[in-house]
Structures are given as C-alpha cells and as structure tokens.
C-alpha cells in the first residue's frame, strides 16, 4: 500500500508536473526547492542548461538563499520558473507572482501549484487558491496562462481528506489498519470522479484540491 503520508492532491500534482517535464529546459529556477522531495516526481537536472535551487530556509541548502517576494536574479535571466506549493506560504503571491514575471526571460514560461481544498500544512499555511484566484495571480503579472488544470474533483477530494485523517491516527497498527481499509474505497471514489457526469456537473466539478497552472511571459 502507498504511504498514507503522501495525499491524493500530491499524487495528481505529481502526474502533472510529470506530464510537463518534458518541456522544461534552459535556465530553470525552482523556488521552494526541498532537499528532501516531497513527492515523487524529480526535477529534470539532465534537461536544464543551469537548474538554479533557490529556498529561503539556508538548512535546504539552495544554490540560492533568497525570498520569492524578492528574488535575487537579474531580469530575465531564467526561461522556466517552477514554484511549487510556495505561493500558499507567502504574505503576498501578487508580490511572488510580479517577481516570477520579472525574471523570466521573454518568450519562458512558469509552472504553478497551489493548493484549494486541502488541509493547513503548518503555522505559516496561509492561503488557497480558487480557479479564478489563481488564473488573477498570472494574468495580474503580465503573464499569459496557457493550462490550468485542476487536481481532482468532488470524490478525489473526499478521497484526499479521508487519506490524511486515515495518516494521521496516532496508533500505528490502527493507523494501518484503517489505511488499508480506506485503499478500496479511495479507488472507487477516484475513479467516480473521472465519470463524465461529474466533470460535466458544475457542482461536483467545482471542487479541486489545488491547481497547476502553466503560463508564458510574451
């Protein structure tokens, strides 16, 4: 059974940065960066000209110490900027967003990831995002969004919370047991949410537990 520490939102998150890994090249800038992964999907060292780790935190050890309100690069200076599961983390994502725009080069392009309907992951755990507040983030820095896809619907999103209680009961064994209690169940909803009269359902569709949006600079 998968670790009942990894959620649902981070398994879809995972398949999308997998499915755009392909493009990412050149310069790449990733802010936030981990020393410890936090999910599965790898950045793409190989593909990147310069592959710059930048985190505010010096214990990450970053190739960069900086904030991403205030990034410390020159204009235009990346060609792609990948920010994951940050912007819910600073005081203000306009101020992230506006720097994210800046130094991108003309022509790159910025991958996004923030959280909606999900727990609070610590004390500094400051924002969510709905579809249009994330889409107003890009645009209101000059960007142009190209996708913005959404991870999971109403049932992904009741599989993803009931994974985290079931993660987070304090007995091992009774933590386990839940867990594998929950595996089939999980399945069933996950694969509810991919009936086509819940994508096309306004209601049912209008819950997601996060978005990755993927926008261009002109």
Not at 178 to 186: F, I, K, Q, S
């Amino acid at each position: 059974m998968p670790s009942l520490g990894l959620s649902y939102r981070r398994m879809l998150l995972d398949a999308e940065l997998e499915r755009l890994t392909s493009e990412l090249g050149g310069v790449v800038l990733e802010i936030g960066a981990k020393r410890v992964a936090r999910g599965r999907w790898r950045p793409p060292l190989d593909r990147a000209r310069r592959w710059v780790r930048l985190n505010l935190e010096a214990g990450e050890r970053p190739d960069v110490i900086g904030d991403a309100q205030g990034l410390p690069l020159r204009d235009a200076s990346a060609d792609w900027v990948v920010c994951v599961e940050v912007l819910q983390y600073v005081v203000s994502p306009e101020a992230a967003m506006r720097e994210i725009a800046r130094v991108l080069a003309p022509g790159g392009a910025a991958v996004l990831a923030v959280p909606f309907f999900h727990r609070a992951d610590g004390p500094t755990d400051r924002h969510r995002f709905t579809e249009l507040r994330a889409r107003e983030l890009v645009e209101g820095a000059g960007l142009r969004t190209l996708a913005l896809v959404a991870q999971g619907r109403f049932f992904a999103t009741l599989a993803n919370q009931l994974r985290q209680a079931a993660a987070h009961v304090g007995s091992r064994p009774i933590r386990w047991l839940v867990g594998a209690g929950l595996v089939p169940l999980a399945a069933l909803l996950i694969a509810l949410d991919g009936l086509g009269p819940v994508r096309r359902s306004p209601f049912l569709s209008s819950f997601a537990t996060g978005f990755v949006a993927l926008a261009r600079k002109a």
